[in-house]
Antibody, heavy 120, light 107 residues
Framework: QVQLEESGGGVVQPGKSLRLSCAAS????????MHWVRQAPGKGLEWVAF????????YYTDSVKGRFIISRDNSNNTLFLQMNSLRAEDTAVYYC?????????????WGQGTLVTVSS | EIVMTQSPATLSVSPGERATLSCRAS??????LAWYQQKPGQAPRLLMY???TRATGIPARFSGSGSGTEFILTISSLQSEDFAVYYC?????????FGGGTKVEIK
């Protein structure tokens, strides 16, 4: 079965960097687009970033453009999110999510999330 | 960007009753709409895509309708496990935006 497991969250000071990972299993990772979606404490869902199945194209929400980089290692079935210049408003649970076959941007399967807290 | 608006913010329903959740897009998204369910402390779960196609394993009591800018998620007879927050989301264009959510609570 599909499994997605995020790691790398923690407490980080404003302006610092953090790298999240998402280990994927149970499907052909290199065939699917992948996303990061976040949820601030007590708030709704916010799509963050997308990478095409082969890593050849990426999209970002405006608030993270120029600060976050989504990437993937298809040989190791792993998705990454490099987060730089972190701000307090980046505090959230970060989920990785797998695309649905039907269309890019349908979040078919989700990991359990990893909490990122940006605080001094 | 396409803004997604859900109503009501909170819906109080008794078990066994019908729940009707609304989602409106700020411009037409055809049928490029998905619904998700999220329970406390859990990741969201895909319920519906294409506005009306149930995802794998989703019970038939969940149904979706609509196209263009107006969409409805109906839960025909609420079970205890259905009390949760529901989000709609458009995948017509980038950024992929979610609505603010509707919390379905026990009346």
């Amino acid at each position: 079965q599909v499994q997605l497991e995020e790691s790398g969250g923690g407490v980080v000071q404003p302006g610092k960097s953090l790298r999240l990972s998402c280990a994927a299993s149970g499907f052909t990772f290199s065939s699917y687009g992948m996303h990061w979606v976040r949820q601030a404490p007590g708030k709704g869902l916010e799509w963050v970033a997308f990478t095409l199945y082969d890593g050849s194209n990426q999209y970002y929400t405006d608030s993270v453009k120029g600060r976050f980089i989504i990437s993937r290692d298809n040989s190791n079935n792993t998705l990454f999110l490099q987060m730089n210049s972190l701000r307090a408003e980046d505090t959230a649970v970060y989920y990785c999510a797998k695309d649905h076959l039907a269309a890019r941007g349908i979040f078919h399967y989700w990991g359990q999330g990893t909490l990122v807290t940006v605080s001094s | 960007e396409i803004v997604m608006t859900q109503s009501p913010a909170t819906l109080s329903v008794s078990p066994g009753e019908r729940a009707t959740l609304s989602c409106r897009a700020s411009q037409s998204i055809n049928s490029n709409l998905a619904w998700y369910q999220q329970k406390p402390g859990q990741a969201p779960r895909l319920l519906m895509y294409g506005a009306s196609t149930r995802a794998t394993g989703i019970p038939a009591r969940f149904s979706g309708s609509g196209s263009g800018t107006e969409f409805i998620l109906t839960i025909s007879s609420l079970q205890s496990e259905d009390f949760a927050v529901y989000y709609c989301q458009q995948y017509y264009n980038w950024p992929r935006l979610f609505g603010g959510g509707t919390k379905v609570e026990i009346k």
